[in-house]
């Protein structure tokens, strides 16, 4: 335990914090992604559901827990869940949530790292004139570290360590340098979001290309917003919602109880925490929802769109269609997309950073800047393998069981700790503490039975999926980086890379 009484400066700061933290590039990457595969308007009711009856209970969970183990001196979740029950189970399984935010950290930073360089590259006009196949094909070589146009030896490696230093400079400085990177970050990712939407919307028709002549950007928000109810049968789009709202909301690892721990005790979490999740989700179903997939249907229509959902149509696509505004306003565009996706990034990175650096200062009595350094240096050595490695799958390796398994995991046993051992009576209390709203008692019994079984529900449905897994059987998984992707990506490459040819030789069963 370390006897820091740090605490977040103010209730803008902290709000702005915490939804640096959800908002992040599972908001603009992975939401589109998994609507569009879905089925759209199918994908947005379970959705809101899960986001309603799992995603908000998580939150009060870990808020209350989290400022409940600051009150001890805690700022590390295996020091606040040893706060909240006896034996020390609790404590392995905190431990457990830290290697989470390490391993989910280690791929996170360099998508971070790619935006980086996005910037940079639409800045200098390295995509300008280049066709759409061309501009699918440097990121194929930039993920592949064949090329590099910079003139960089490896330059995919140089920015991953750059964001890397980036991060761990921010994290040396504590709670004021997180706050005031989520003071700048957010607004400027609200703004930048905002008029990318815009521009959606006034796209219509009005741009198709004589080879996509139906496409509309209109296609692409009706497919996301017409409701369709058959989908509440499907368990498949219940799975896959559930797993967004765990990610979106950053929820089950541990790290939004890191933030709260330096709520002050008096402070309200009921009004904050519900701030912060519903900012998230307005950036999520209306900016996310309003950028990629109208853009993207707007120039090569709906059909294109649904065929080719993926993860790289963010940095395969994107800068192609940005080109079609011109030569400096396709820069503006470039520069808009990719730095509101690295300040998504950042403000998230710096968060997943947070429970390592506590335990640092909980367990050693280490000061911020060596837990930070020693932060750092454990990312350099194992999110490396997944940049020089990323062709071969590592990275889908990491977001499948960091991104995907454990949160669920950890979630029911954070759960079952508030609500069963620590109890509810004595959590609800701890959650009304200082509440600055009421919040209706029903969301006792939501947490007390529907959230468990609930979380029971997805991880026995997710069984054979790590059954498969394990066996390797079948590669294919519910994670955004999926293997279409690889087979997107690497088109004539599918003999070198083992995920692709594994994904093969079992996609005819
Ligand atoms: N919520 C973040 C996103 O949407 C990811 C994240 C998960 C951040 C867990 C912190 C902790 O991208
Ligand atoms: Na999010």
Redesign the pocket.
């Known amino acids: 335990m370390s006897n820091n009484t740090a605490s977040w400066g103010s209730r803008v700061g902290l709000i702005l914090a915490m939804a640096g933290?959800?908002?992040?590039?599972?908001?603009f990457l992975?939401f589109p992604v998994q609507a569009v595969e879905n089925g759209g308007g199918a994908f947005i009711i379970p959705y809101l559901i899960c986001f309603l009856v799992m995603g908000i209970p998580l939150l009060f969970i870990e808020w209350s827990i989290g400022r409940y183990g600051g009150k001890f001196g805690n700022h590390s979740t295996p020091y606040i869940l040893d706060t909240m029950a006896k034996g020390r189970v609790w404590k392995y399984i905190g431990v457990f949530g830290i290697f989470t935010?390490v391993a989910?950290i280690c791929y996170y930073v360099y998508i971070e790292s790619w935006t980086m360089s996005y910037v940079l590259h639409s800045v200098i006009g390295t995509f300008t004139g280049m066709s759409q196949a061309e501009t699918a094909e440097f990121f194929n070589s930039y993920v592949s570290l064949t090329e590099s146009t910079l003139g960089i030896p490896f330059e995919a490696v140089v920015f991953y360590i750059i964001c890397l230093i980036l991060n761990t400079y921010i994290l040396s400085s504590g709670l004021k340098g997180i706050e005031k990177v989520a003071k700048i970050g957010m607004p400027m990712l609200i703004i930048f979001g905002a008029i990318l939407a815009v521009k959606a919307f006034t796209l219509g028709d009005a741009n198709a290309s004589p080879e996509f002549p139906n496409a509309n950007a209109w296609d692409g928000l009706n497919f996301l917003w017409t409701p369709q109810y058959e989908s509440l049968l499907d368990s498949k789009v219940w799975l896959a919602a559930a797993g967004q709202v765990f990610?979106?909301?950053?929820v089950g690892?541990g790290?939004i109880h890191c933030y709260a721990a330096y709520v002050r005790s008096k402070d309200d979490i009921a009004l904050n925490s519900v701030s912060a999740g519903f900012m998230n989700e307005f950036v999520e179903v209306v900016l996310g929802g309003a950028i990629v997939i109208p853009i993207a249907a707007g120039y090569l229509g709906l059909d294109w769109v649904i065929n080719n959902a993926g993860f790289g149509m963010a940095f395969q696509t994107m800068p192609y269609l940005f080109q079609q505004w011109g030569q400096v306003l396709g820069a503006v565009g470039g520069v808009l997309w990719f730095g509101l996706l690295f300040f998504?990034g950042i403000t998230?990175s710096l968060?997943?950073g947070t429970p390592w650096v506590g335990f640092m200062k909980d367990e050693f009595n280490w000061s911020q800047k060596k837990s930070a350094i020693s932060f750092g240096v454990l990312v350099a050595i194992f999110g490396l393998p997944t940049v020089f490695f990323f062709t071969q799958g590592v990275f889908d390796e990491y977001d499948y069981w960091a991104g995907t398994i454990s949160l669920v995991i950890f979630a029911l046993l954070e759960t079952i700790v508030f609500a069963w051992i620590f109890g509810i009576n004595k959590g609800w209390n701890e959650l009304m503490e200082g509440a600055d709203i009421k919040i209706t008692p029903i969301y006792k019994y939501i947490i007390l039975i529907v959230t468990p079984l609930l979380l029971i529900w997805v991880f026995a449905s997710n069984i054979p999926d790590i059954y498969d897994k394990i066996t390797h059987k079948n590669i294919a998984n519910k994670a955004y980086f999926s293997n279409e992707f690889y087979a997107e990506a690497f088109p004539n490459d599918n003999s070198e890379n083992p995920v692709v040819a594994v994904v093969d030789s079992v996609s005819t069963d």
């Open positions: 933290n959800a908002v992040g590039l599972g908001n992975r935010n989910v990610f979106t909301l950053s690892m790290t998504a998230s968060a997943m």
